[in-house]
């Protein structure tokens, strides 16, 4: 067992707080509609406005803006960002679509699609490096909180395993299955194979839920209880099976899920 990981941890805290900035700046635009960025104020354009007061300083519109570039079709950047949020009922919703998804917002091209998709993929992936897995774990919130933005926006169940080393650091992260929206399927030959390939010397396994619930199904429980029977058969332990949904999880450890 990890030492400390029965140890409760406060959960961090995903939600960025809104900048009053933005609201400004949402106003403004609304006063902007229909006019070519280029016959904007150049201390209203929103590259101009970035360098001067900061990123902070801009709302969702203007930074889809950035991103898509140019306008189309008779319509600003702005006004086809405005139709992305309009169409999508939030960032996270907007971030999860794939390109052809994307494309059919009025104004959208494949190119512009491609380059916003890009975009959600590198803020993922910056997420993902602000906490760096090669580290010893000592509770599930160390977990959740590497897999939270990997999960953030997936649409189909998607199941995990870490593979630590017998100091308790995770070397490897391996994806053993995708279902459909509602169930993945897992088999404990799967998630073993893995672990004795890489000789690994306990596993945590992890999944999320699409449906933003975290309590575990009557399945999960199952899986859990047939992975923490083989794992101590084969001497390569579970310390815990951990459900992602949205910003929040469930450790079935601390569920008491295992005796």
């Avoid at 104020?41 to 001067?52: G, I, K, M, N, Q």
């Avoid at 009922?89 to 104004?107: N, Y």
């Avoid at 992260?173 to 995708?178: A, C, G, N, T």
Wanted: charged letters at 25%.
């Amino acid at each position: 067992m990890v030492n400390g990981w029965e140890t409760y941890y406060n959960k961090g805290d995903f939600m960025k707080k809104q900048d009053d900035m933005r609201g400004v700046s949402m106003i403004a635009e609304k006063m902007r509609s229909g006019r070519s960025i280029r016959e904007w104020r150049a201390d209203e354009r929103p590259r101009e406005r970035l360098l001067r007061f900061g990123s902070g300083s801009l709302s969702d519109s203007e930074i889809l803006a950035i991103l898509i570039g140019t306008g189309s079709h008779g319509l600003s950047a702005v006004d086809i960002s405005r139709n992305m949020l309009d169409t999508y009922a939030s960032i996270g919703d907007l971030g999860s679509r794939s390109v052809q998804e994307l494309c059919v917002i009025k104004g959208m091209g494949m190119a512009k699609a491609i380059g916003i998709a890009a975009a959600f993929e590198l803020g993922r992936r910056y997420q993902q490096e602000m906490f760096n897995p090669n580290k010893i774990l000592q509770s599930p919130d160390d977990v959740a909180r590497y897999f939270i933005p990997r999960m953030r926006g997936a649409r189909t169940e998607s199941f995990y395993i870490a593979l630590l080393n017998s100091s308790n650091i995770v070397f490897s992260l391996k994806k053993i299955s995708e279902g459909s929206l509602n169930s993945s399927i897992v088999h404990p030959r799967e998630v073993f194979r893995a672990a004795i390939i890489e000789s690994a010397a306990s596993i945590i396994a992890l999944h999320n839920h699409p449906s933003g619930n975290t309590e575990p199904s009557a399945e999960d429980i199952s899986l859990t209880e047939q992975l923490r029977q083989v794992g101590n058969t084969m001497h390569i332990p579970l310390l815990d099976h951990i459900i992602i949904a949205g910003d929040t999880y469930t450790s079935l450890r601390e569920r008491g899920c295992f005796t």
